[in-house]
């Protein structure tokens, strides 16, 4: 393997040699920036504070959920998956609201014929991507907010829960970021090859499972573009003899290619992203002129942020052959370099390849500008970003509701915060989504196109939408300019994607007791168990033989249970259940409450033709023969010898009877229930 790939690609924003990159800086404003300062020294210091309350509120309420959460990988592996994914989200959702309130810019999305169905502009200005739910994602590393505008780009896709980032190790050690780091499963890196090749390989072996959802992001550079990063990539190029770059970093190949080699059974597509910042004057750097400071607090933002997407079919790279791989890589940063020259002339990326585009620059070919997508980092609102919060205050409340002198049960207290957390993210329509949906939709419309040929706007609407519930699905058939199509739709049923607050308490209600009812229905069955005639050993009596009978712990079988169950059935079931329930509970009360007052069922309510055990002193007035005759409804007839004596029907009756131990009969009018209680 040539000596230039022995490096192993890695994401960070610490120079190679240990010197902070300037555009950490919170107190350096920002060198030749093209924007004035919007703010003065005291409005800076405004900003300075209620952004970075913001951001370290947020960070330590996400670091706090995870900690929360940790547990839930002993419990249930998968269900902590879904658990740490949320809070990636979390942090997406951070660090969205915290671009979109201080630091607004505009984003600039353009690509080639591969990116083709792929980038929408919606109605409301908000861009959508379609990408697939696996894919390897490689980028130019300008900026030390490189990974943060990707990030955007996979929020925008809804995979920012399923994003892994490659990061140096040094970062691994930052207070609460590196923690959270950490649960999120990122891959950090030494740059040994011969220490990362096992950890990388150990990391990857997570992420090969073909139906879960993964987007590796990977800066094949190892560090942004700077003066002292441009100094070695030049001198590096001098000793290898390979043409240096002039607006990037050469490539180092050996991270990619394995992850590439690693992930090629299960992932079928490298996207490549052309990242330019505009308003970087030539010969300048980046991270030089767009600091925190001059960013977040004086206002000044970069331009544009600016990007252009490939992607490239992974069977078709040589993979296997280092080399080759080497010379393919070097060529497709070459390419990056024709398309950023142009782009630094021309503000925008070229519709054409990149030679064309580099013969443009020269002056010898007329520019012929890229149709890009302009559109702003933007989150769900208030609502989603309140969501941040929501395992923390879960969690306090259900402490509030503690007495501190009893040992605490963090057992209850850890499937509280999770159920609480899972109707949250349903209510605020951010549960996750199966990881094949996207995927079942595009084989569903194929499939149905193969039969019927559908119209065009159809397919053009469902692919752009990609609708993942019949009421999305419905609004998306509604408006895909076909008449036909929207008249059938419009009469077609549909769930809605969302339940109401109140909803949720209901159903937050019902688990809470079905889960304190599960122990006593245990215990009350065992108990009935240890007192029948089956259990009773040959030769023992009921009355000194103990069940051995072991009895599970309900509430951990169904803590362990439930969170493998599917989201959208946890809803729909209670849902669909709990009506029922309901009603049938209100109809057995009912009858009870009017057979404790009056002696006879509802109105119209038809009495069983069976015999009826009544009491004693209707036995003595009717010499032992008393019957029921069907119909009656409101009193029982006993005959005796010759005459009859009318015996009303009431509750203390109905008592006295059941207690004389009769069987094969039951309380009329009432089945299993006297009083409101079951017998």
């Not at 093209?34 to 330590?60: K, V």
């Not at 259900?398 to 109707?423: G, H, R, W, Y």
């Not at 005459?643 to 009969?665: D, E, M, R, W």
Request: with cysteine; charged share 20%; hydrophobic share 40%.
């Amino acid at each position: 393997m040539p000596a230039s790939n022995k490096t192993t690609s890695v994401s960070g924003t610490v120079t190679g040699n240990g010197v902070r990159a300037a555009g950490l800086s919170l107190t350096k404003s920002g060198a030749n920036n093209p924007n004035p300062i919007q703010h003065s020294g005291m409005g800076q210091a405004e900003r300075a504070f209620s952004a970075g309350s913001t951001f370290l509120s947020g960070l330590l309420a996400i670091s706090a959920s995870q900690f929360i959460g940790a547990p839930l990988k002993l419990v249930d592996p998968k269900f902590y998956d879904s658990y740490m994914a949320w809070t990636k989200e979390s942090f997406a959702v951070l660090m969205t609201t915290i671009t979109q309130w201080w630091s607004p810019t505009i984003i600039r999305v353009s690509g080639d014929e591969s990116m083709k169905g792929q980038l929408y502009l919606m109605e409301d200005g908000t861009l959508k991507c379609n990408f697939p739910h696996r894919l390897v994602l490689m980028a130019n590393h300008q900026l030390y907010t490189d990974w943060l505008y990707l990030w955007w780009i996979a929020y925008t896709n809804k995979m920012h829960g399923r994003i892994y980032i490659i990061l140096k190790e040094s970062l691994k050690q930052l207070p609460i970021f590196g923690w959270g780091a950490q649960f999120y499963n990122f891959i950090f890196l030494s740059r040994k090859w011969e220490t990362d090749r096992w950890r990388f390989k150990r990391a990857l072996n997570h992420l090969r499972n073909a139906s879960d959802p993964m987007w590796l992001l990977i800066f094949p550079e190892g560090t942004n573009l700077s003066a002292v990063t441009r100094e070695k990539s030049a001198s590096w190029a001098k000793k290898t003899g390979t043409p240096d770059m002039k607006n990037q970093l050469l490539p180092r190949s050996t991270g990619l290619q394995f992850c590439l080699q690693e992930l090629r059974e299960t992932t079928n597509w490298l996207y490549d992203c052309t990242i330019a910042y505009e308003g970087v004057p030539k010969g300048m750097y980046g991270q030089d002129i767009y600091t925190l400071r001059s960013s977040f607090f004086e206002g000044r933002p970069p331009k544009s942020v600016n990007m252009y997407w490939r992607r490239f079919k992974i069977s078709d790279i040589p993979l296997d052959n280092d080399e080759a791989f080497g010379r393919w890589l070097n060529n497709r940063w070459r390419e990056k370099d024709y398309m950023l020259e142009y782009f630094y002339k021309f503000s925008h990326f070229p519709a054409t390849d990149a030679i064309t585009a580099m013969a443009a620059v020269e002056g010898k070919k007329e520019p012929n500008h890229a149709k890009s997508i302009s559109t702003h980092v933007e989150g769900g609102g208030w609502d989603e970003f309140l969501s941040i919060f929501g395992p923390i205050t879960t969690a306090a409340g259900a402490l509030s509701a503690i007495d501190m002198t009893e040992p605490i049960n963090f057992d209850a207290l850890l499937s509280k915060v999770a159920a609480q957390q899972q109707l949250n993210m349903i209510g605020i329509g951010k549960s996750s989504l199966p990881t094949t949906s996207q995927e079942a939709i595009r084989n569903a419309l194929k499939a149905a196109n193969a039969q019927k040929a559908l119209p065009s706007s159809v397919i053009e609407t469902l692919v752009r939408e990609t609708p993942t519930t019949q009421e999305g699905m419905k609004q998306a058939l509604m408006k895909a300019g076909n008449a036909e199509v929207a008249k059938k739709a419009a009469k077609a049923p549909a769930a809605k994607a969302q339940i109401s607050p109140a909803t949720q308490q209901n159903i937050a209600r019902v688990v809470q007791q079905a889960q304190q009812a599960i122990p006593r229905a245990a215990s009350q069955a065992q108990a009935r168990k240890a007192g029948s005639v089956c259990t009773i050993p040959v030769g023992g009596e009921a009355s000194n033989h103990q069940s051995k009978t072991k009895v599970t712990d309900p509430l951990k079988t169904a803590q362990k249970a439930m969170p493998l169950a599917n989201i959208e059935a946890m809803v729909t079931r209670p849902l669909s259940t709990l009506a029922v329930q309901t009603a049938a509970s209100s109809m057995r009360n009912a009858v009870a409450q009017r057979a404790k007052e009056k002696g006879v069922g509802l109105p119209g309510q038809q009495l069983p033709k069976a015999k009826t055990p009544v009491s004693n002193a209707v036995k003595q007035q009717t010499n032992g023969a008393a019957k029921a005759p069907a119909g009656a409804a409101n009193a029982t007839t006993a005959k005796g010898n010759g005459g009859k004596k009318i015996v009303p029907l009431t509750a203390a009756n109905l008592n006295a009877a059941a207690k004389q131990k009769a069987t094969g009969s039951k309380p009329l009018g009432t089945q299993k229930y006297v009083d409101g209680k079951r017998v």
